[in-house]
């Protein structure tokens, strides 16, 4: 749909089938989820976008992208972005110095890609993944890079609460439900000597914080 003079179209991405006997993504799909809807490439997506883009208009194309892909998968979206669009998408700003957005007539000829933006520093500190896979407080019980317990600051009410936190070679994870004394020493005795230590060290270092 155009309009100002810019197109704008939303594409709900979607994990792929993977490579024969490997974990890498082989494709990204575009569908509607949970529903009916048929599955198309992205890929085949973003070559027609690349041809008809601009042939009745050189107005930027915004692209709106409804990212339901696994962090593996959103590599190869990135990836199928830059090699599919080439020049045509937008990656640096239009000028380093300005100060406010750039007209539609500047970025003339130009794709530009609409997606969630990550976290700042301490917006969040981890990730709170929304799949189902990772809701049960089972995931403690899950093979891990490690576990302990953080304590996290509430930049609303300046309150400190503590969690436990689940390190995969993929991703951070923290339960949504405060981590108590019991639960600290339940995770401890999950990890072992070496994790107690680690924990202590830790809430060591945030009560250092919380004097400051």
Request: proline residues 3%.
């Amino acid at each position: 749909m155009r309009v100002e003079k810019c197109a704008s179209t939303k594409m709900d991405c979607w994990d792929g089938q993977k490579k024969t006997g490997t974990n890498d993504f082989a494709d990204i799909v575009i569908y509607h989820g949970y529903t009916m809807t048929s599955k198309i490439l992205l890929r085949d997506v973003l070559h027609v976008i690349r041809h008809y883009a601009f042939v009745t208009s050189e107005y930027p194309v915004i692209l709106s992208i409804e990212d339901n892909c696994s962090v593996p998968a959103q590599r190869l979206l990135a990836q199928e972005l830059k090699e599919i669009l080439g020049d045509y998408l937008l990656t640096q700003p239009h000028n380093r110095d300005e100060k406010q957005l750039p007209s539609p007539a500047a970025l003339k000829k130009k794709i530009i890609v609409k997606h969630k933006k990550l976290p700042v520093e301490s917006e969040d500190l981890a990730a709170v993944v929304k799949n189902d896979e990772f809701q049960d407080t089972e995931i403690i019980a899950r093979e891990c890079v490690k576990k302990g317990i953080l304590s996290v600051r509430n930049n609303n009410t300046h309150e400190w609460t503590s969690h436990v936190f689940i390190l995969f070679p993929d991703r951070l994870c923290y339960l949504i439900q405060t981590a108590d004394d019991e639960s600290k020493d339940d995770t401890a005795s999950v990890g072992g000597d070496e994790e107690r230590e680690e924990e202590t060290r830790l809430d060591s270092e945030f009560d250092q914080r919380r004097c400051t």
